[in-house]
């Protein structure tokens, strides 16, 4: 198997153990969402804060997360990752 489908696997793994718990086994509820945050990154935001979260990631509007909408939001983090570390390294060469 390529890197590139080991990773969707994983994602999809993770994906699978939150969603199903509250109804469809192929969405996540915004409870469910709020549960995989707060495991897999640490806590989840304030409740207002996550009620525009989810709304912003639920594309379609339906109420519910499906694993496209997931993606984006893995795709978001690393983003978000890859940005921090490149601002904290910038100002780590500049002392």
Do not use: W
Request: some cysteine; glycine content about 6%; hydrophobic content about 40%.
């Amino acid at each position: 198997m390529t890197t590139i489908f080991e990773a969707i696997a994983i994602l999809r793994k993770v994906f699978d153990k939150y969603a199903g718990k509250e109804g469809d086994a192929k969405t996540l509820t915004k409870k469910e969402l709020t549960d995989l945050l707060k495991e897999q990154l640490g806590g989840p935001p304030k409740q207002a804060e996550m009620d525009q979260f989810f709304k912003m990631l639920d594309n379609d509007g339906d109420g519910i997360v499906d694993f496209n909408e997931y993606v984006v939001l893995c795709a978001t983090v690393d983003r978000c990752c890859v940005s921090y570390m490149h601002f904290h390294f910038s100002l780590c060469s500049v002392v």
